[in-house]
């Protein structure tokens, strides 16, 4: 369907030769619901300076042609902000032990491929490969049942990230700003983490 499809792996600081574009991405898929977010170039090259300063920090792009339309990230939780590392070290987890997964975007006409199921593979194998992680994780954003911006007949993630083996945690959570679609003034924003054993036990 999309013959052009490629993909490149970067690590590290390799990641930002990508920042831009991912940053662009992140804008154009973040706008929808349920984030809502009104989102800056400038603010995103700042934030995903992160990972670039990361060794371990991972990211996984697609392209078509030479247009990035999906990527995904992650990066241990020790070299994450205070925001998202706080829920964890208050509950007593050892965040030298956790691997935490950042965006996995795609633009809508390249869904439904599978290639949401390659970036948790492509993540986790990463996660995996230092021999070290016992746990991986995420966060969503919580959004009140009867919001005034949800379309009709949206369907959460929760399906397909219980399928994948993850479990929602309702007592970790974070609470990240920005502002929503429209606005100038970031708003406080309930998200709440899913974790799943690196290698659970059968």
């Given at each position: 369907m999309?013959?052009?499809?490629?993909?490149?792996?970067?690590?590290?600081?390799?990641?930002?030769?990508?920042?831009?574009?991912?940053?662009?991405l992140?804008?154009?898929?973040?706008?929808?619901?349920?984030?809502?977010?009104?989102?800056?170039?400038?603010?995103?090259?700042?934030?995903?300076?992160?990972?670039?300063?990361?060794?371990?920090?991972?990211l996984?792009?697609?392209?078509?042609?030479t247009?990035m339309?999906?990527?995904?990230t992650?990066?241990?939780?020790?070299?994450?902000?205070?925001d998202?590392?706080?829920?964890?070290?208050?509950?007593?987890?050892?965040?030298?032990?956790?691997?935490?997964?950042?965006e996995?975007?795609?633009l809508?006409?390249y869904?439904?491929l599978?290639?949401?199921?390659?970036?948790?593979?492509e993540?986790?194998?990463?996660?995996r490969?230092?021999?070290?992680?016992?746990?991986?994780?995420?966060?969503a954003?919580?959004?009140?049942?009867?919001?005034p911006?949800?379309p009709?007949?949206?369907?959460p993630?929760?399906?397909?990230?219980?399928?994948r083996?993850?479990?929602?945690?309702?007592?970790l959570?974070?609470?990240?700003?920005?502002?929503?679609?429209?606005q100038?003034?970031?708003?406080?924003?309930k998200m709440?983490?899913?974790?799943?054993?690196?290698?659970?036990?059968?």
């Amino acid at each position: 369907m999309f013959p052009n499809l490629t993909f490149v792996a970067k690590r590290g600081p390799e990641i930002a030769s990508v920042i831009e574009n991912l940053g662009k991405l992140r804008i154009a898929v973040f706008r929808d619901y349920p984030y809502l977010y009104e989102g800056t170039l400038d603010y995103e090259k700042e934030y995903l300076q992160i990972y670039t300063k990361a060794p371990r920090s991972f990211l996984f792009a697609v392209y078509d042609g030479t247009e990035m339309v999906g990527a995904t990230t992650c990066i241990p939780l020790a070299d994450e902000t205070a925001d998202v590392r706080l829920p964890f070290e208050k509950a007593g987890f050892d965040i030298n032990t956790i691997f935490y997964f950042g965006e996995s975007i795609l633009l809508p006409a390249y869904r439904g491929l599978g290639l949401g199921h390659r970036f948790f593979d492509e993540r986790e194998a990463q996660a995996r490969s230092f021999g070290t992680y016992k746990m991986t994780c995420f966060c969503a954003v919580e959004r009140t049942e009867n919001h005034p911006s949800k379309p009709q007949g949206y369907r959460p993630n929760d399906v397909f990230w219980t399928k994948r083996g993850y479990q929602k945690e309702p007592a970790l959570q974070s609470t990240f700003e920005w502002p929503d679609i429209g606005q100038t003034q970031s708003t406080p924003k309930k998200m709440v983490y899913w974790c799943r054993l690196l290698n659970p036990q059968p």
